[in-house]
């Protein structure tokens, strides 16, 4: 993995019958040390993988309608739809956190894994039954032509309550699968490490497509109205999707949880406000250095940086004396790989802030760009096309670019580079990400101006209210999903190299959350735009009626925002200094990957 020094050479483990155990501490289900032919791989990769696919497809079957079903269905109008999916997809997210902290502390990621998606299962069928029983009504409803009419305050609270516990399975699965399938490789196998890197892209292809299917054949029938089979196929995928993990489970390799990382994080902080007047040395020899105990966790290396933390893990007289005593306060004397853990999540956090804007971007395909799509023709011949739809080119633009990343573009720059770095680093592939985010903006604003162009400013939503075919929001779809290769896949090789051992589903997590506040963010910039645009009686930038808006001015803004931040960002990723630990395995990771 990149950026990872090692220290020591290869020492393989055999038993009396020659088979090799794993180097990186996993166990399998019985918690015995996990013996490398006999379990992972990518016998469990692949099981993982299509579990992801189904997962996605069950999930999207949702997510990638929604702000259609509440407009149609709920009645919302265009911004209070947009900024309803923009919070739930957020919360989807932010419970990334929640299942990461309960595997990482206490679950493990197979437990965890397991609890949330049967809660994903409940909340899909929850909302296949209370839309097909109460939404949808009267029946057929739902369609452009046939929005439904009102409902119930106990109705609307059923359907909120399906779409969050939704929500809730969604994000607690959805950083510990990403997790737990790498920890399927062994990253101290020279073959099985390379493996583990080239999982994350298949990861992220398999997420996207499984929502092809969703994009496509449900999109067309959740759009003519057809809801309940939508969402009810949902159901049945998310249903195959748990029994198909479930019968992997002989075949896992498992990492035992590390207890609760708060408290590691507050021991530190607190130690280190008690020695805030000492006198520190320099360098990093006299700091308290854990003897070594049984876990399969690496210890981090001094580095330096955030010297004040450091004290934490300085020897006082008094601790000392309380070592000849036998006694050992956490809450005055850290091990230096304790302190080194904090260090290494502050110096994550510039670079995870940096790609919030991102998120805020990528967003708008699951609201605006579909909302822009319906007022665009969308019929060839005698076919309407679903707006939703269009999504699609999003995830044919990501098969493409994983496959020219992996096969052209990364070989190719390490032959350019002649070093024995493995072409782009994360941290480079991020960067190039935002930059391909930005003509995704400039493209979507571009396009919305001549859909202007050629609207009809009295039609609301109806057929033809442009003749601009929707098909030129193409180029917009396909630069968001080579964005995504770049960024999102790097985002995940990143966290979860950068990441200590016991808190790899927390870098998976900083993944998910960064698309969380992104669309909070995003809820936030219509929000504000719309208070601004509307003034003096204007109908504003994104009103109901979208040809007597200016949507082209928020996606420039939108470019010029991520502009700034990517400047923002090339600077903190020039700043990080990469993580340091000790190693068993004999390949040498060159400093300068992670320059920029």
Excluded at 323 to 334: A, E, H, S, T
């Amino acid at each position: 993995m990149a950026c990872l020094e090692v220290c020591n050479e290869v020492k393989f483990k055999e038993d009396e019958e020659g088979t090799t155990n794993t180097l990186d501490g996993s166990v399998d289900m019985h918690g015995r040390p996990a013996i490398r032919e006999k379990s992972g791989r990518w016998v469990a990769g692949i099981i993982i993988l299509v579990n992801q696919g189904l997962a996605t497809l069950a999930f999207f079957g949702v997510g990638v309608n929604l702000v259609l079903f509440l407009t149609r269905v709920l009645q919302q109008n265009n911004a209070t739809a947009a900024n309803s999916v923009s919070k739930w997809t957020g919360t989807v997210y932010i419970f990334s956190l929640v299942g990461a902290f309960l595997s990482d502390s206490y679950w493990g990621r197979y437990k965890t894994c397991a609890i949330f998606q049967i809660i994903f299962v409940i909340g899909l069928a929850s909302l296949s039954l209370s839309s097909q029983l109460f939404l949808l009504r009267p029946k057929g409803c739902g369609s452009q032509e046939n929005p439904c009419g009102t409902h119930e305050g106990y109705q609307i609270a059923l359907f909120y309550l399906s779409i969050y516990l939704i929500a809730l399975g969604n994000g607690g699965y959805q950083p510990n699968i990403a997790t737990f399938g790498a920890d399927q490789f062994d990253e101290e196998d020279h073959r099985e490490g390379h493996s583990k890197v080239a999982f994350f892209s298949y990861f992220y292809l398999a997420m996207n497509l499984g929502s092809l299917f969703s994009n496509t054949i449900l999109g067309y029938f959740e759009d003519e109205g057809i809801w309940a089979l939508g969402f009810w196929a949902s159901t049945a995928s998310a249903f195959a999707a748990l029994v198909l993990f479930l019968i992997g489970t002989p075949r896992y390799r498992h990492f035992k949880p590390n207890g609760n990382p708060l408290a590691r994080f507050c021991q530190v902080l607190v130690a280190a406000v008690k020695k805030g007047k000492v006198n520190m040395p320099s360098g990093g020899e006299e700091l308290y250095t854990e003897e070594k105990k049984e876990s399969s966790n690496r210890k981090i290396l001094y580095t330096h940086g955030f010297k004040f933390l450091d004290r934490a893990a300085y020897i006082s007289s008094r601790d000392l004396d309380n070592q000849k005593q036998g006694l050992q306060d956490p809450w005055r004397l850290c091990p230096i790989t304790q302190v080194e853990e904090v260090k290494c999540i502050l110096r994550l956090l510039p670079i995870w802030l940096c790609t919030i804007l991102y998120s805020v971007v990528f967003t708008q395909m699951a609201s605006l760009f579909v909302e822009q799509g319906a007022a665009m023709k969308t019929t060839v011949s005698n076919f309407r096309i679903p707006p939703a739809s269009m999504s699609s080119f999003d995830i044919l633009s990501v098969a493409v670019f994983i496959f020219f990343y992996r096969r052209i573009l990364d070989p190719l720059v390490s032959r350019i580079k002649k070093s024995d770095s493995k072409g782009l680093t994360q941290l480079q592939r991020m960067g190039i990400g935002l930059v391909i985010a930005i003509l995704a903006m400039v493209s979507a604003g571009i396009v919305e101006c001549y859909r202007l162009k050629y609207a009809k400013k009295e039609c609301t939503h109806c057929d033809g209210s442009s003749t601009l075919s929707i098909f030129w929001q193409i180029p917009q779809y396909a630069f968001i999903g080579a964005s995504e290769v770049f960024m999102y896949v790097g985002q995940l090789e990143f966290f979860n190299a950068q990441a200590p051992d016991g808190l790899k589903s927390f870098g998976s997590a900083l993944c998910m959350t960064s698309i969380s506040l992104g669309n909070y963010v995003s809820s936030l910039l219509v929000s504000m735009v719309m208070k601004i645009s509307t003034e003096d009686h204007m109908p504003g930038w994104i009103p109901g009626n979208l040809n007597k808006g200016h949507l082209d001015r928020f996606y420039f803004l939108l470019a010029a925002l991520t502009s700034i931040d990517l400047i923002v960002y090339i600077a903190c990723a020039k700043w990080y200094k990469c993580i340091k630990l000790e190693g068993r395995f004999e390949e040498n990771e060159e400093q300068e990957n992670f320059k920029v």
